[in-house]
């Protein structure tokens, strides 16, 4: 049995949306394009494909959305995040409109493709527009459910699909799920979709909480508070300290320390697969243990 | 442009130049020095001035009672900086109080040297970083037809300087392609472009399906004509061109 990807269960999720609400519209920039042929066949007006050009991409978003209907955009993360960034931040926020962004690729899924297909900054650069919610999920299983929320709503959503996931979905809310429970006042590891497993695997035996989330923004910080004692960690599967403002703010008035781990601003120039960048970032579960057996040493 | 044309005693032509000259009749001239409030203003400001006029006198059908209306004509000033006429028309039609033109891009005006749609009635998006307007327009234009507004039209003003930005090249392309036949783009030609447009500015439209229209961008009749020339199957480029000294 062939396993369901996060990118597959995305399409048939908006498929089956493009056939309940006439609101939804799709805007691809070739990416996925085949996938959605079903679709388009059914709902040419609202299923456009622009073609290789991701300014036109999102501009047609903002357009889509100034008459009141709900673009979902879709492409690769560097093309849709990285290269149409003004238009995001133009064409949709400046206009007071909104769409739904899914990216696939992540920060390294096709590694092999090297650097032009890499965005391990994309969440980092959401993060400078403000009100924007980023799903993260960690499993395809989390995936319709997601879209589906995010759809329904009317505020601007980034979901960021990936190859990478953990072996089971979590169906939480978005705020901080305790998976593994060490007391209170334990260190608290935070990890934010996919590295949950390897995140989990990575403290077996030490005296550390797991919370997970899929969704990084808008960030738990009550949840955060709730849970933290003095020592916080940070997964994240893209840039590492993305998130690290968000912890300091939400632990302002608290001595903490906090150790951000992701992936590195370095650019490796090796090829490979997902997995052995997983490595190279030191966020497999080896590496991970690593860092947060050092990190809970130095505080002793 | 064809110098010839007022030497050798075209009157309706010398009569359009002298009125330009003096800037427009009341109310626009008015609101426009309100709004220049004895500043210099570019020359851009007065090269938008008549296809403006035209637009909200003769073709959009838009009114401060329809702003929010599904089914009324859309006008995106894609060269957000061409504000100055764009805000006087506004005011003359009654879209914005002409009291707002007293302090324009003061600390509590609604009006800034780039329009913002979220602070000012009838501005139906916020520009100024050019090249955004034509994929709006795009957009906007397929989110009506998706949803089976068949009547109204999205007309979009650029200049032939902002044409440099490739934004508006994919947006060209991909609309003659689908043949948005409810797009109209609308390009001020005052010859700024830093490398010109080899070949004509229309071509690069008309190469890519669409329907277009150079005219003198003074001459209302001509840009009346030039404006409501869509053929209703593909999109329509309007090249009106301005020199200055004329």
Redesign the interface.
Known sequence: MTMTTMREAFVDATTALLGEQPRT?LVLADISAAAFAPATGRHP??V?N??I?E??M????????????RPIVHSYAPFLVERAY??IK??LD???VSAVLVGIGASYDRAAAGRTHLSPADVALIDTLAGWTVHVPGHAGEVPALLRATVAGDGPAYLRLSTLGNDRPRGTDGSLAVLRDAGPGAPLLVAVGPVLDAAVAAVAGLGVTVAYTHRPRPFDAAGLRALAGTEVILVEPYLAGTSARLVGDALADRPHRLLALGVSREELRRYGSAADHTRWHGLDAAGLRRSVSDFLAAGR | MDFNLQASGMTIMTATTRAAEAGPPAPLGPLLERVRAGREFGPNVYSTLDVLRVLYDRVLRITPATVDD?DRDRFLLSKGHAVAGYYAVLAAKGFVPADWLDDQGGPDSRLGDHP???LVPGV???SG?L??G??????????????G?TTPRVYVLLGDAELDE??NH??I??AG?VRLANLTAVVIDNDSASHGWCGGIATRFTVNGWTAATVDGRDHDALYAALTGQDGNRPHVVVAVVREGE
């Open positions: 519209a007006d609202r456009l622009v073609g050009r300014q036109l999102m501009g047609v978003a903002g357009g889509l959305a100034l008459t009141g209907l003004e238009q133009l064409d400046h206009q007071g | 599904p913002d749609r979220l139906e998006i916020g970083s090249g955004h034509l994929g709006l327009g795009a957009g906007t234009a397929l989110g009506l037809r998706a949803q507004l490739g934004s994919e947006a392309a991909y392609a």
